[in-house]
């Protein structure tokens, strides 16, 4: 999925007269475009999974299926891809200390 796919939802900090139905439908759309782009990247993990299977089949010729080695190294790429989604979504503002 592209960061152009990602439609930011935000709402003015200047309009404090939206009611509390406009801001719920609001949270309930950004909540439900979150769970779409984690769907789709949870979808493109088991296609990726299902490919490295089959290719492990090809390869050997017979129905053996990917080693733990493979899946583990699957499960680490994509462990790192989640965690970069997130770290975008999710930002963690800097803070200075004050001395």
Known sequence: ???EDVVPIT?????TSLARE???KSLLS???AE???FSRINDEANANLNNLQNASRSLTGNARIAT???LLHMNEHY???LQGVV???YPIPHTTKQE
């Open 30 to 32: 950004s909540l439900a």
């Open 35 to 37: 769970e779409l782009k």
């Open 79 to 81: 462990r790192k891809v």
């Open 1 to 3: 999925m592209n960061q």
């Open 11 to 15: 709402v003015p900090l200047d309009q």
């Open 22 to 24: 406009e801001i719920i």
């Open 87 to 89: 770290r975008n979504l």
């Open 68 to 70: 733990i080695s493979d």
